[in-house]
């Protein structure tokens, strides 16, 4: 590769930034370059972010698209990486509008709509013989029927990234039918049933559909809120998700990074496919810790540049909240720095602190404000 590499990442206000820079900055010679809409980011502050812009909020795709010209200009750029789904899609939607040809690998438009939404993503694999939930869409402008589902059931939107957000679980269809009755729902809804199992993932780097590096992470330490980003994981090798996951990225010709979420069905022994996140993901570290560095690999590939396909190590994982759900419960691990700094986040904080004090310093300011904000009066009859 070459000696200095200069990269833009032009959806820097995404909360992924700060996995991907603790990637990056691994590497010498890379220059880390960051758009984003918000002028006021903790991440900002960060010691291996070479340069920073702040470009006022657009609806205009078109205007963010001049802005990512003006940068790649001004600053020499080298590869245009986008992290996030919004950038992600814009820039497939428009990429003959850049000046240059400077894109790191993106699939298709059509390949990555399927990926995003969770209704178009269970046809495709329903399509394609991949194992997925028994699933169902209910529309906002259709009247509600429930086919014959088994329960328990989940409630999720099809559009919405990740994270957790809006996913509800139901055991009996008068409490599910209650849900749809009551709610005006922004997004489509889709019903799924919910799989007895544990949760797997696998992570994935493709070119044309071909896998190009990946690991796989089974759960073990789940969020109080099980929808949510897991706490903790372990790297695995497993034959059946590999072979699962390489069919499904066949299937969809897939170009660049995505996270695939499964679970394991005890009733089937299946794998069964949940959802893709088509972009990088909040476990970037766990990777890195591994053995993969994800965004490296995305630059590499992007550059044409050869590389073998990397090994991992089968290692538990920990992220910063699961760390101390740790210690909490066994207060010696305080003490085991090895564990600490090879198997948890804590040594990308302790390179790059001052993003992490910031983000946490307005997260706590905010908790006094409200806590102590005065109480409106009610007005005396």
């Given at each position: 590769m070459r000696k200095n590499l200069s990269i833009l990442i032009p959806d820097g206000e995404s909360q992924l930034l700060i996995y991907v820079i603790n990637s990056l900055s691994q590497i010498k010679g890379i220059k880390i370059y960051v758009m984003a809409n918000i002028a006021f980011l903790p991440i900002r502050f960060s010691r291996f972010i070479h340069h920073f812009s702040y470009y006022p909020r657009t609806d205009n795709?078109?205007?963010?698209?001049?802005?990512?010209?003006?940068?790649?200009?001004?600053?020499?750029?080298?590869?245009?990486?986008?992290?996030?789904?919004?950038?992600?899609?814009?820039?497939?939607?428009?990429?003959?509008?850049?000046?240059?040809?400077?894109?790191?690998?993106?699939?298709?438009?059509?390949?990555?709509?399927?990926?995003?939404?969770?209704?178009?993503?269970?046809?495709?694999?329903v399509e394609h013989d991949i194992p997925v939930p028994k699933s169902f869409l209910y529309s906002t402008d259709m009247l509600f029927k429930i086919p014959q589902f088994k329960f328990p059931v989940i409630v999720k939107p099809t559009e919405v990234s990740g994270g957790g957000d809006g996913i509800f679980i139901f055991f009996h269809k008068e409490a599910l039918n209650d849900f749809i009755e009551k709610n005006e729902f922004k997004y489509d809804q889709m019903i799924q049933e919910y799989v007895e199992g544990?949760?797997?993932?696998?992570?994935?780097?493709?070119?044309?559909?071909?896998?190009?590096?990946?690991?796989?992470?089974?759960?073990?330490?789940l969020n109080s809120n099980p929808f949510k980003p897991l706490l903790g994981v372990e790297f695995?090798?497993?034959?059946?998700?590999?072979?699962?996951?390489?069919?499904?990225?066949?299937?969809?010709?897939?170009?660049?990074?995505?996270?695939?979420?499964?679970?394991?069905?005890?009733?089937?022994?299946?794998?069964?496919?949940?959802?893709?996140?088509?972009?990088?993901?909040?476990?970037?570290?766990?990777s890195l810790i591994?053995?993969?560095?994800?965004?490296?690999?995305?630059?590499?590939?992007?550059?044409?540049?050869?590389?073998?396909?990397?090994?991992?190590?089968?290692?538990?994982?920990y992220n910063l909240k699961g760390t101390v759900k740790r210690i909490i419960k066994n207060k010696s691990l305080i003490f085991n720095y090895g564990f600490i700094m090879k198997n948890t986040q804590v040594k990308y904080i302790i390179k790059d602190p001052i993003p992490v004090v910031l983000k946490y310093g307005i997260f706590f300011k905010n908790i006094l404000k409200s806590k102590f904000r005065p109480k409106s009066k009610l007005p005396m009859a």
């Open positions: 795709s078109l205007d963010w698209i001049t802005n990512i010209n003006f940068e790649i200009e001004k600053h020499k750029i080298d590869l245009v990486m986008p992290i996030f789904e919004n950038g992600i899609e814009t820039l497939i939607k428009y990429k003959e509008k850049l000046d240059s040809d400077k894109l790191c690998f993106l699939p298709a438009f059509k390949d990555f709509r399927i990926a995003r939404n969770k209704w178009l993503l269970a046809e495709h694999l544990y949760d797997i993932g696998c992570s994935v780097l493709c070119e044309s559909g071909k896998i190009k590096a990946y690991t796989i992470q089974k759960a073990i330490m695995v090798n497993n034959e059946g998700v590999y072979s699962t996951i390489e069919k499904l990225m066949q299937s969809l010709n897939w170009n660049g990074v995505a996270h695939i979420d499964l679970k394991f069905d005890k009733a089937t022994h299946t794998f069964k496919v949940i959802e893709i996140n088509p972009r990088f993901w909040g476990s970037l570290d766990a591994a053995g993969v560095n994800f965004p490296y690999l995305n630059c590499l590939m992007s550059l044409n540049e050869p590389f073998e396909l990397p090994k991992y190590n089968y290692i538990p994982y």
